[in-house]
Every structure is written in structure tokens, then in C-alpha cells.
């Protein structure tokens, strides 16, 4: 199946006079380690391609992570700015999405608009708002830990001789997505397939060290996240929440305080906020598997995984009013979402 989509994809990027390749706002590891893998199928192919890049939108250990693998001259040559992508967008232009499918979440929305074929790379589950029109193709696998790891995957199924590489910076990036969203393989989405991505971006050179000192927290971090860990209420039995209402937060620090939260014991669910924009509130939302947060999520326009999931309050700036707005979700969907044990292994 993986051989199927990889070859499907290889041959869409050969028949396509150009191909931009875009990630979601707020760009982490694991969406930017997409990217750049799928940039290095479409330099296997010999077409023109592009990663939609604006700095501002970029999480600042994914930043720094692109500052010190790329010089200025390869980061120019790598990518484009949104609005610079719009002028590259022809009929015959493909354009690949990766590590999201809800259009409002794409670091250029834009593009979706102009793009008349479109790939979708996504390991998070099909809820509302997706995108549709045009896709050509969609390889999505919610039981994939990553977006990185589906990528890692199609380069060594696909039918390609000589094999397609995967330059070591790509590869460290792209090891670098897999420990973020896999938890440091403690998720459980975590898999043999999991693993084996590791094996084959390991055999491109990928150095496992440099990936996980990207990932480190600053002390002004690891400060916030203790704080905000031990602020923690309880709106109801087993469900946690917590809040930064002052200062903006990296939507990752929040994903980071919602994991600390999950290793206490009693807690069958959390949900983290704090302001990501001056006007988004984010929530990052964690469950032990006996509640489905994204079914409360998708609830508010989220979206994500039966026990990671994440939602953007839109032209919002306060947050005790995005918690409000959950409080009122649960109140009416709780007990639904504890009796929902689908399992989303089993939808693939």
C-alpha cells in the first residue's frame, strides 16, 4: 500500500511543472522534517520544488533548528515566503501538504485556493473543515506517530533506482519530528513503523544527538511549564486544565505542559491554553485513552487524535473566555466522549 501511494506521489511531482510544499502555522519539527523529506523525493525527481517558509510562523526551536542546519544561500534556495509562493502557483503546479488537513491551519491558505492539484500528508484523524477540493492524492494514517514517519516510509517502499537520499540535514530533522510527536516513542501512536522510520533516516545519516538537543527547553521555558504544571483545576473528576492568561506561549510549550500533566496519577484528561498570537488562543489537549479529546475539540473547530488533539480560538485574545467555551463543551459531551473507545488503529 505504502509502495502504491509512494509511486503515485512520484509520478504526480514528474508530471508537474513545479511543486510547493507547505506545512501548517506555527511550523514545529515534525511539519518542517516533512517538508524538507518530501523536497527530497521531488530533488530525486529532478522538478522544481519549494517549502513555504515565513520565519514568524515558525515555532522557535524549529526556527533556530533551520538557522543552524541551513546557511542563507541554501535557505534561499529551499524556500519561498507564502506570498511569493502565490506568484509560483500555474495550472500545472502541485502543491503537498503536510502534517495537516484543516485549511484555516496552513501557513498559507491562500495557496489552496489556487492549487488545481493538491497532496495531502497528514497522520492526524479525518474531522471537520478538512481539506477536499482538488486533492489528487491523500496518504494519511492517524496510527502513524508523525508526518515525518509517513514520509521516511514512502522513500524506502517506493520503486526508485538508484535509491532516493535523503540529505543528513533533512534526515536529523526528520528524526527530530518523530521524537516531538511520538513523545520520545512513549505516544500511542508509537509502532514497529515508528521504529523503522528511525532505521531509515539513521541509514541517511541522521544524528539521533543533534535531533534531540533541537528539542531542548530554554530555562525561561522549563520555568513556565512547572508553573503553569502546578496550577492545574479540576472542572470535573479526572479532568485537568490549565492556563497562561499573560504571556504568549509556543503552541509547543503548551503540548509540553499538557504531557507533564498526564504523568501524574488520576488524571484521565487535560487541557492546557495560553495566547499563541495576540488574537488565537490555543489548547493543547491530552487524554490517557479513556477519553477522546478529539471528539471535544472537533467540538470548538479542533481537531487531531483520540488522545492528542489541539484547538486555535480564532480572534480571541482571552484566554479565561477559550476555557469557558471548553467548560461548556464538556459539560455537554463528556460522557459521550468517555464511552467513545474507537480505535484508530483499527480504521486503517
Known amino acids: 500500500k505504502m509502495r502504491s501511494r509512494a509511486d503515485s506521489l512520484i509520478n504526480n511531482i514528474r508530471t508537474s511543472s513545479n511543486v510547493i510544499i507547505m506545512g501548517h502555522d506555527k511550523m514545529d519539527m515534525d511539519a518542517l522534517g516533512s517538508c524538507l523529506g518530501v523536497r527530497a523525493i521531488c530533488e530525486w525527481c529532478g522538478n522544481e520544488s519549494k517549502v513555504v517558509y515565513n520565519p514568524k510562523q515558525v515555532e522557535a526551536k524549529t526556527r533556530e533548528a533551520f538557522n543552524n542546519s541551513f546557511n542563507k544561500d541554501t535557505a534561499a534556495e529551499l524556500t519561498v515566503s507564502p506570498d511569493e509562493a502565490l506568484g509560483l502557483i500555474k495550472e500545472s503546479t502541485l502543491l503537498i501538504v503536510c502534517d495537516i488537513r484543516v485549511p484555516l491551519g496552513t501557513m498559507a491558505p491562500k495557496l489552496l485556493d489556487r492549487a488545481s492539484k493538491i497532496i495531502l500528508i497528514d ?37 526508485a533506482n538508484p535509491r532516493i537520499d535523503i540529505p543528513q540535514s533533512y534526515a536529523t530533522i526528520m528524526l527530530s519530528g518523530i521524537f516531538l510527536d511520538s513523545m520520545y516513542f512513549k505516544s500511542k501512536t508509537t509502532g514497529m513503523k515508528t521504529f523503522e522510520a528511525c532505521e531509515i533516516l539513521k541509514g541517511h545519516g541522521a544524528d539521533n544527538a543533534l535531533a534531540a538537543e533541537f528539542l531542548k527547553d530554554e530555562l525561561q521555558e522549563y520555568q513556565l511549564i512547572n508553573e503553569m504544571v502546578s496550577q492545574i483545576r479540576f472542572p470535573f473528576p479526572g479532568i485537568a486544565t490549565a492556563m497562561n492568561t499573560t504571556d504568549l506561549v509556543e503552541k509547543e510549550t503548551l503540548a509540553k505542559v499538557a504531557n507533564r500533566i498526564m504523568e501524574l496519577k488520576g488524571i484521565n484528561a487535560c487541557f492546557v491554553f495560553g495566547r499563541t498570537a495576540s488574537n488565537i488562543c490555543g489548547c493543547s489537549a491530552r487524554s490517557d485513552g479513556t477519553v477522546n479529546v478529539q471528539l471535544i475539540c472537533e467540538k470548538l473547530n479542533g481537531g487531531g487524535h483520540f488522545n492528542a488533539s489541539a484547538i486555535a480560538f480564532r480572534d480571541m485574545s482571552d484566554v479565561t473566555k477559550a476555557h469557558a467555551q471548553l467548560v461548556g463543551v464538556l459539560n455537554n459531551y463528556l460522557e459521550q466522549a468517555r464511552t467513545d473507545m474507537h480505535d484508530e488503529e483499527g480504521e486503517n
Open 123 to 159: 497522520h492526524h484523524r479525518k474531522g471537520n473543515h478538512c481539506i477536499e477540493d482538488n486533492v489528487i492524492l491523500d496518504v494519511s494514517d492517524p496510527g502513524a506517530s508523525s508526518a515525518s514517519e509517513l514520509v521516511a516510509e514512502m522513500i524506502r517502499f517506493a520503486t
